[in-house]
């Protein structure tokens, strides 16, 4: 009986704990092989939370046209790459989409550059800011997610055309005092511009100790001559207020009605649109 049992037990045994090994050891195996490599991700996910607000510095770049993700980090190691003034060269830095990354100098986007044209009503205010009542940017807030902003201001009661962007190369563009883009204003004054202070424009003002050009006045066909079409390159309109006040008019009212080439046609009031990609072309030429 003790020896049946030994061999019982032997017999049973020893097979027993082989299977019950093995089967702990492929149930161990199966359990690291299925498990193991969620368990790690879980936990780097919860030792460093991402922000939805950051992006990888090699995506921004690659996001913004430049290069590819592996070009990228060539670039970003050789220190081509600056986000707010300052060289990175660290693999995996994250960045904001409201920091500004330069790549060889030149500050890149990671945005598709968009462009969208407002035919501006009375009553808003050129701003992006959120405390100054109605603006500009509540009319446009449905046109696109990107971050763009209007180039230039028209006054609160001031109407016409405003154009926004994130290209930075238009917005320099119209910026640039000297090779600026022409605006065309229709403005109403208080009374009859006389034609000496007429050709006083047309000649270009000194203000201040400034010269003010502009490229083309005129009075406008079949309406009084307190009615003014006025041509200049500048981005608001506070220069047309500096102009008219030097010559003791008050302004009524002022219409922006062209930016170089874009007109108001099919535009009503209080509408946007998106540019096509020829008056986009039109304009990066300009």
Known sequence: MGRQQGRNGKGNNKPTNKRSDKGRDNAKGKKISRENTPVKKKVLVSSKPSNLDEIRLNKYIANSGVCSRRDADMHISVGSVTVNGKVVAEMGYKVKLDDEVRFDGARINPEKKTYVLLNKPK????????????????????????????????????????????????????????????????????????????????????????????????????????????KIKNTGNTILHTIFGYLKYDIIRVDCVAIGHLTKKDLPRGHWKHLTQQEVSTLQML
């Open 123 to 230: 009553g808003f205010a050129t701003t992006t800011s959120d405390n100054k009542g109605r603006t500009v940017m509540d009319l446009v807030a449905n046109a696109t997610n990107a971050r763009i902003k209007p180039i230039g201001r028209l006054g609160r009661n001031s109407t016409g055309l405003l154009l926004f962007t994130n290209d930075d190369i238009v917005v320099k563009k119209f910026t640039n005092s000297k090779n600026g883009v022409s605006r065309l204003f229709e403005i109403e004054l208080d009374k009859n511009l006389k034609f000496e202070d007429f050709k006083k424009i047309q000649d270009g003002l000194k203000i201040d100790g400034k010269l003010i050009a502009v490229e083309d006045v005129s009075y406008i066909d079949g309406e009084p001559k307190t009615k003014i079409g006025l």
